[in-house]
């Protein structure tokens, strides 16, 4: 395994914000972790990477103990942090070399793997520009970049797309997929279409606990039909979760419910309302869908807190 997580917890003051988390990635998988805002992604990120310590737990990246051979475990590691902190009074090459100075790479070797960088990630016509003077998705280049420039097996990868406009959404998509042909990567990101083009297998963190860890494919297939119903006044939930074929019935707004079934229960949800004079503003079928499975994992849990 590249990445072994084991009971991993974190406190700050009074909140859990990591509850014994444990899960694996193995070598040469790309693997989205998913939470939402709050959830743990962040904090997991940087006690794998080194960057804070566990309360408890433990973390073994190629198989070593990021606690007790954190600079090893580094070494084989590249991060692009959230917020990719960059010094935006330096010059792009400049920069890159500066990164591949504190990674040890010799002075012989080192201007052609910044050179290498340069041309991967497409900064060929920025590279003697000012960091501070280019654009959101030139800076997340750059990001990667510097992830890259020790050729590390691992790569951990924090909201790599957040901001970016459509356009620029592309090209990093393009150029993670590139970059990652070789290696293992734990990739973040709140754009679930980015992760369902980029991974094959999800994990999702909520409130600190990790809720589901599986394929794509078999969260999507396993996650059942649901449909959106909305009446023109509050309904029992207890009485919607007796219509056949319901198996779950979340509250989404005052007369808006999201019922999950084991097969299409239209029909039945028509009939439950014309038999209690209740009448229906809107009834629609949810495609199964990372989106659909993201909601259900942290909405159910929402609504029973």
């Known amino acids: 395994m590249s990445i072994q997580v084991s009971r991993l917890t974190k406190v700050f003051g009074a909140q859990r914000a990591v509850s014994e988390a444990s899960f694996t990635v193995r070598e040469g998988e790309i693997v989205g972790f998913l939470g939402p805002n709050g959830a743990g992604k962040s904090t997991t990120m940087k006690m794998i990477t080194g960057f804070l310590p566990p309360a408890a737990g433990t973390v073994l990246v190629n198989g070593r103990n990021v ?8 070494q084989s590691i590249g991060y692009l942090g959230e917020h990719n902190p960059l010094y935006l009074d ?21 201007r052609g793997r910044v050179s290498d960088m340069i041309s991967l990630c497409g900064l060929q016509l920025e590279q003697s520009k000012k960091i501070g003077s280019l654009s959101k998705g030139y800076r ?15 790569l951990v990868l924090d909201e790599p797309t957040s901001g970016l406009d459509p356009n620029q959404l592309v090209e990093i998509r393009k150029l993670i ?18 992760v369902e083009a980029l991974c094959e297998r999800v994990i999702v963190i909520h409130r600190g606990n990790i809720v589901a860890d599986d394929r794509l494919e078999n969260l999507t297939r396993s996650s059942g039909p649901a449909v959106m119903v909305e009446f023109t006044s509050s309904v029992d939930e207890n009485l919607l979760g007796q ?3 319901v198996t779950k019935v979340i509250l989404l707004s005052d007369n808006k419910y999201r019922l999950t079934a084991t ?3 239209r029909p039945a949800v028509m009939r439950f309302a014309a038999e209690r004079q209740l009448p229906l503003v809107g ?6 869908s990372l989106e659909a499975v993201f909601r259900q994992l942290t909405q159910a849990e929402a609504n029973e807190a």
């Open 67 to 74: 606690a007790e051979d954190p600079r090893a475990v580094k």
């Open 90 to 110: 330096m010059y792009v090459h400049e920069y890159l070399s500066f990164v591949a100075g504190l990674y040890h790479i010799p002075s012989s070797t080192r």
């Open 140 to 154: 997340q280049r750059i990001g990667l970049a510097q992830a890259l420039i020790h050729d590390p097996s691992v």
């Open 177 to 194: 997929k590139t970059v990652s042909a070789n290696k293992t990567v734990l990739f973040s990101s709140h754009i679930l279409q980015e």
């Open 243 to 245: 219509i056949e074929g």
């Open 263 to 265: 097969t299409d229960i």
């Open 283 to 288: 009834l629609t079928q949810e495609e199964n």
